[in-house]
């Protein structure tokens, strides 16, 4: 592994490797049934072009064909379109790579085999065709053979999006990794990372990205004007090269504040008709553009709620507006009252994404996509899946999840994040039996749709290494291959990662696997207990503060007192584990059924009370904390062994964040740990030093 092109270019460095006889394919490459000048095929090739000499020393000699040459037909058909399919290859005058279009393979779509020397890349389309070739670089980057090789890909979400929290200044909302890339001064950025940004985001599957903060505020309001537009489509048109849909975040209130108009009713004739005249103007004046994605009515963002409409109403007129142009508008679900009174206890902000939008299932367009985060609370560590999530039977739906580690470590910590979206996708919501887990919801299994997927905040930056902590960028990486295929694992992804980003020495794959795979348990450990969630600092999101949730200036957030702590949520209290289908709002409403891992979510539960590991709850607190610093405290060590086998850069790197995390370990465990001592007045059994 080259480290220094590796801290660059991430898993595209593509150092020199071991050529394990993939290097012949590439002498003799055969284009058929497509067009060499189209603009993804042309970044296929170019994409081919810098693998194949970078990894193996070959450059491609690539001709455009009619028919193979010596009627040597090398291109087998796939049999079929989901499954592996047997390559049928001729004998031929030697090793060659074949990549031609099939009509039996869907858009995005793609199939690799090799048989007798002849590697085959058929492709759907020219954005099947790009990830093709993406596949094959990914398995020459792992040191793997292609000899053999057989499989069928077709990704299993039809929107697969990363959301920049980028602000037109440079600043980044909740990003760890350094300024924007996309915009500074007010201005746009475009230069040579913009392609390599482009390409990254290809090579694991994403088909959108969002460039702008949800939070639209200032300079980015005039994106959709000429201030911009001309900027805005050059970005657009380098995603085209790479099968990127572009995307912008809307101000809900631009009719207000670019259109003069006094109103952002959604039901006013003159709000209407400035939105589709402005629509028309963003759609001819920006190629590639997909829609628009919208943050309305929270944390003090403008919305229908103002004029007394509901969501729908908001979300419908903007679909109207952009529905001639094929546009699609992506309205989150994060909407709730952030100035709720904590101090009533029936009050709860998990309850507000289902209470806001459950009753007008059905009525929104078809060109509308709900995203739904992960969670009814905001990205904790530890959250019950939101019941939205399937709740919803006839509104075409994405899941929202966070890359960028605003609540697990800030890029600091190390916090491998892929476990938690797997757990995330496969649960079972119970919304309908043979498809109810939330990877069937948002695939578009359960109802038959197409416009649903995933989406999720990205942790990048223009830090060298794009994401502050190297570790981190498993996180970005893993999503959008994890938004392809959700059949993939953690380990898997890892298997992917590791090789192609730090080294493929047995040794460090083991060491790094085991760090990532066991890193948010750990994180959780030191943490916030039992799904508790937040006791973070307010605002700014990292390190502790027991009583520190911000929105509530009355420190009653995990209702801790003398006896017990935790959030009731049964039906005897917020009745929040109602909004789940059954079986899950019996298991969570009470708390002999509740699944450990969320028991403070739901109940609010005696320090006395015995887990079923035997140990009491104020016990539990006091282990988790003692044993997630000392795991913290062994990632340290086992990284340091690492001295000398990874490059030096990425070794310092990383050394230097585990570090900090070590330090804020500490305070996590010690603050809380002293805090409920105090509360509970009930010493640690084991006699460790809690003040
Ligand atoms: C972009 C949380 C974050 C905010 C973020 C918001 C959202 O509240 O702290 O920074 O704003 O979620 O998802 O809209």
């Known amino acids: 592994m080259d480290g220094k092109k590796a801290w660059k270019q991430l898993w595209l460095a593509y150092g020199k490797k071991k050529d394990l006889g993939n290097g012949k394919y590439f002498e003799n490459v055969w284009l058929k049934g497509f067009d060499a000048e189209d603009r993804m095929v042309n970044s296929a090739l170019q994409e081919l072009k810098l693998g194949a000499e970078g990894m193996l020393g070959v450059t491609p000699q690539v001709k455009q064909v009619e028919v193979a040459p010596n009627g040597d037909k090398c291109l087998a058909e796939a049999a079929s379109n989901d499954d592996k399919c047997a390559a049928e290859a001729q004998p031929g005058a030697g090793a060659a790579l074949c990549m031609e279009k099939s009509e039996k393979l869907s858009p995005e779509s793609y199939s690799v085999q090799e048989n007798g020397g002849k590697l085959q890349i058929l492709a759907g389309d020219e954005k099947g065709l790009l990830y093709g070739v993406f596949h094959v670089l990914r398995q020459i980057s792992m040191e793997k053979s292609l000899a053999g090789i057989a499989v069928t890909c077709t990704p299993d979400n039809p929107l697969r999006t990363y959301n920049h929290w980028d602000n037109m200044d440079g600043s980044i909302e909740r990003g760890y990794s350094g300024k924007s890339f996309f915009f500074e001064n007010d201005d746009i950025v475009i230069n040579d990372r913009t392609r390599d940004y482009a390409r990254l985001m290809a090579s694991i599957g994403i088909n959108g990205v969002v460039i702008n903060n949800v939070n639209v505020k200032q300079a980015a309001t005039w994106l959709i004007t000429d201030r911009y537009f001309e900027k805005v489509a050059q970005l657009s048109e380098i995603f085209a090269d790479y099968g990127i ?192 887990t939330v990877a069937d919801v948002i695939s578009g299994r359960t109802m038959g749709n197409k416009n649903t997927g995933i989406a999720a905040v990205i942790n990048t930056g223009n830090d060298e290494n794009w994401t502050g902590n190297y570790l981190a960028a498993a996180n970005l990486y893993g999503f959008g291959r994890l938004a392809f295929q959700t059949s993939l694992s953690a380990e898997e992804i890892l298997d992917e990662w590791i090789p192609m980003s730090i080294s493929s020495d047995p040794e460090v794959i083991k060491v790094v696997k085991d760090i990532l795979l066991r890193s948010r348990e750990t994180y959780e450990k030191y943490t916030s207990p039992l799904g508790i969630g937040w006791m973070v600092t307010p605002h700014d999101h990292y390190g502790c503060s027991v009583d520190g949730y911000e929105y509530d200036r009355w420190g009653t957030y995990h209702r801790a007192d003398h006896l017990g702590m935790g959030v009731d949520r049964s039906d005897k209290g917020t009745g929040y584990a109602q909004q789940y289908y059954e079986p899950n709002a019996s298991a969570y409403n009470s708390m002999e059924s509740c699944p450990e891992e969320l028991l403070l979510f739901f109940h609010h539960v005696p320090y006395t009370y015995v887990l079923k590991t035997g140990k009491t709850l104020i016990q539990h607190i006091y282990d988790s904390h003692f044993e997630g610093y000392d795991e913290a405290e062994g990632f340290a060590k086992a990284w340091d062994g690492l001295e000398g086998k990874v490059d030096v850069q990425v070794f310092a790197n990383v050394k230097e964040r585990f570090g900090r995390q070590l330090y804020n370990a500490r305070e996590w465990r010690d603050q809380v740990n002293t805090y409920f001592y105090r509360k509970s007045g009930i010493p640690d059994e084991k006699g460790r030093t809690i003040y």
């Open 245 to 436: 849909k572009f995307f912008l975040s809307l101000n809900y209130a631009a009719t207000i504040e670019l259109g003069g108009i006094d109103s952002a009713d959604p039901l006013d004739e003159r709000v209407i008709a400035w939105w589709k005249e402005k629509m028309k103007e963003c759609f001819a004046k920006i190629p590639n553009l997909g829609g628009f994605l919208v943050k309305a009515d929270s944390e003090g963002r403008p919305g229908p709620f103002t004029y007394g409409r509901t969501q729908a109403d908001g979300a419908n007129m903007l679909a109207e507006a952009v529905r001639p142009y094929g546009g699609i508008i992506i309205w989150r679900c994060f909407v709730y009252n952030c100035r709720q009174d904590w101090r009533d206890y029936k009050t709860d902000r998990a309850r507000a994404g289902y209470d806001n939008f459950i009753q007008m299932d059905g009525d929104y367009a078809e060109n509308v996509i709900l995203q739904i985060k992960n969670g009814p609370m905001d990205f904790q560590i530890r959250e019950p899946i939101s019941p939205l999530l399937g709740g919803l039977q006839k509104t075409n739906q994405m899941l929202e999840v966070q890359v960028a580690q605003e609540y697990t470590g800030h890029q600091i910590d190390v916090c491998y994040l892929i476990p938690m979206f797997k757990e995330i996708l496969d649960f079972h919501t119970y919304c309908k039996p043979g498809a109810d």
